[in-house]
């Protein structure tokens, strides 16, 4: 079964880091885009940040400058750094990636997320 497991969530003080991680396991052949995205009570999900396979990334406006997506293609994981944390940026955040993947013996394109993890910013 091919999957995303995240971690590094938790309860961190404006201004602080954190530093979310996403690994890939299974029958993979190959992934494309990984990214993160989040979603605050109430709210739609949108995108913070994505990473091609090559490297190229995109950025939400409103974490330029602050978060740093990153991935380790050999370990199929993809981290989220997070510095200079504000209170709107608690959310559950979930990661994305697009990949071919073998499942019940075929090979599939697949679009997988993972299960969230929750950042609470506050003092």
């Known amino acids: 079964q091919v999957q995303l497991v995240e971690s590094g969530g938790g309860l961190v003080q404006p201004g602080g880091s954190l530093r979310l991680s996403c690994a890939a396991s299974g029958s993979i052949f190959s992934i494309n885009a990984m990214g993160w995205y989040r979603q605050a009570p109430g709210k739609e999900r949108d995108v913070v940040a994505i990473?091609?396979?090559?490297?190229?990334?995109h950025y939400a406006d409103s974490v330029k400058g602050r978060f740093t997506i990153s991935r380790d293609n050999a370990k199929n994981t993809v981290y989220l750094q997070m510095n200079n944390v504000k209170p709107e940026d608690t959310a559950a955040y979930f990661c994305?990636?697009?990949?071919?993947?073998?499942?019940?013996?075929?090979?599939?394109?697949?679009?997988?997320w993972g299960q969230g993890t929750l950042v609470t910013v506050s003092s």
């Open positions: 990473i091609a396979n090559g490297g190229s990334t």
């Open positions: 994305n990636a697009h990949m071919v993947g073998v499942v019940d013996g075929k090979y599939r394109y697949l679009e997988l």
